[in-house]
Every structure is written in structure tokens, then in C-alpha cells.
């Protein structure tokens, strides 16, 4: 178990991997391994950076694990299951409104937007880490598809997603402009559905069109 800290100070957190080796190691209460770690002295390497975090500008770096590198940010199919990763895991109504609407449109496949998307690494359980995907400036996201080499429809139907998680505000009027887009239109509607929190209870579908 070398490298894995055991009396962090608050400024210097153990990762959730480390946690958790340290959790599964010394708190499962077998006899013959529990050790209470609140009773543990802290070591001297803690002591020596307790002395230098008086000051940040000396002080070393934090002794834990690296993130891993997140390949999945490179391809929009990647970066459309980092967002939905949120979803699963309890985002708010608003930001699955956005995000149903956002991945709908090929802005996430464009070079560059995944440089907009942060990833957190979420300890699941025993099980290995899951990597989420969150889209924390939405203004930038809107500015990225005005610029990006895509329809309107994707830049009406990204500015009503960032609308929805609390970005730049847009009327309900920027739909209308969808309305030659019947698939378009229906993921805008289920997005409504799903910001008002009745997502999973009204499902739309889709009536033949009259014969004349």
C-alpha cells in the first residue's frame, strides 16, 4: 500500500481510489488488521508540508494518484456518454433538459468542444471509477456553436439548452424555428418535459399524418 496517505491535512485530499484502498483495508473491522486511522500519529512527511501550506508558494505537490487520461473527450460519441453519465447519476431537471438537447445536435462532435466539457471521476461503489462529463460555462458553449461549421437548427437548439441550465436566457420563440424539423421539435418538447421534472411520465408520439 506505498504512496496512499493516511493523515491528509483538509488541504491535501486523498483521491477516491486512495480512499477507498485505505477504506477497504482498514475498515472492513477484521481482527487481526483494523487499525483506527483517526488514532494514527501523523507521519513526518505531513508535518513538513503542514509547515510549508503557510505558504503556497513552497509548498510541494500533493503526493496522490494522477488522473487517468480521458480519451473519451476526443470523439463526440464520447463526449454525448460523458454528459448522459451525468444524467444516470442525478443531475437536475434543468441540466438533462439541456443536455438531451445538446447531444441531439453534432456541436459535440465538432473539434475543440470537449476542451469545454469537465470530466470528474466519481468513486462508484467498489467497482472502478466513472468518469462524468458536466458543461460548466454555457455562454462558451453557445459562443462554440456560432463559430462551429454546423446547421442553425443545432445553434437554435444549443442556445435553448444553455437557456434551460441557466445560461444565456433565450424566448421560447427560437423554436419556432424548428418547425419544419419534426424530430427537432420533439426532442425541444421532451426537453420541456424533462426541465418541468415529468420526463419519465409523458412520453410523445407520433401521429400519421392525415391522408387528404
Not at 39 to 47: G, N, S, T, V, Y
Not at 52 to 78: F, I, W
Not at 182 to 209: N, S
Request: net charge negative; proline share 9%; glycine share 8%.
Amino acid at each position: 500500500m506505498t504512496g496512499y496517505t493516511l493523515c491528509s491535512a483538509p488541504e491535501r485530499p486523498v483521491w477516491g481510489r486512495d480512499r477507498w484502498a485505505v477504506d477497504d483495508d482498514y475498515e472492513m473491522y477484521r481482527s487481526d488488521t483494523y487499525v483506527d486511522i483517526a488514532a494514527l500519529p501523523p507521519c513526518p512527511e505531513c508535518l513538513r508540508v503542514a509547515e510549508l501550506l503557510a505558504d503556497p508558494d513552497t509548498a510541494p505537490p500533493l503526493h496522490h494518484s494522477p488522473r487517468p487520461d480521458v480519451e473519451a473527450k476526443s470523439t463526440g460519441e464520447g463526449i454525448r456518454g460523458l454528459l448522459n453519465t451525468d444524467i444516470v447519476t442525478g443531475a437536475p431537471h434543468h441540466r438533462r433538459a439541456a443536455v438531451h438537447l445538446l447531444t441531439f445536435t453534432s456541436v459535440p462532435d465538432q473539434p475543440g468542444f470537449g476542451d469545454l466539457v469537465d470530466v470528474l471521476i466519481l468513486e462508484w461503489d467498489s467497482g472502478p471509477d466513472v468518469m462524468m462529463g458536466l458543461v460548466t460555462d454555457w455562454g462558451a458553449v453557445v459562443g462554440f456553436a456560432a463559430a462551429a461549421d454546423v446547421p442553425d437548427r443545432d445553434r437554435q437548439m444549443t442556445a435553448l439548452a444553455a437557456s434551460l441550465a441557466g445560461g444565456p436566457p433565450v424566448g421560447l420563440a427560437t423554436a419556432v424555428g424548428l418547425l419544419g424539423d419534426p424530430a427537432a421539435a420533439r426532442r425541444v418538447i421532451e426537453a420541456l418535459a424533462i426541465a418541468a421534472g415529468h420526463g419519465d411520465r409523458w412520453e410523445i408520439t407520433e401521429r400519421q399524418t392525415p391522408s387528404t
